[in-house]
């Protein structure tokens, strides 16, 4: 599963599909909401 870090997505999907599934991040994403949170100062 490819996400943006929050973990509570990788729970969500774990429990749904009842098994472990593997995390692994997903970079644009998550520099997505860096970038928001960088806008939001100027």
């Not at 943006?4 to 472990?20: E, F, Y």
Request: proline share 2%; hydrophobic share 50%.
């Amino acid at each position: 599963m490819f996400s943006d870090g929050d973990p509570s997505l990788a729970d969500a999907v774990r429990h749904a599909a009842n098994s472990d599934a593997v995390h692994i991040l997903d970079w644009f994403h998550g520099s997505m909401r860096v970038q928001h949170l960088l806008a939001d100062r100027w």
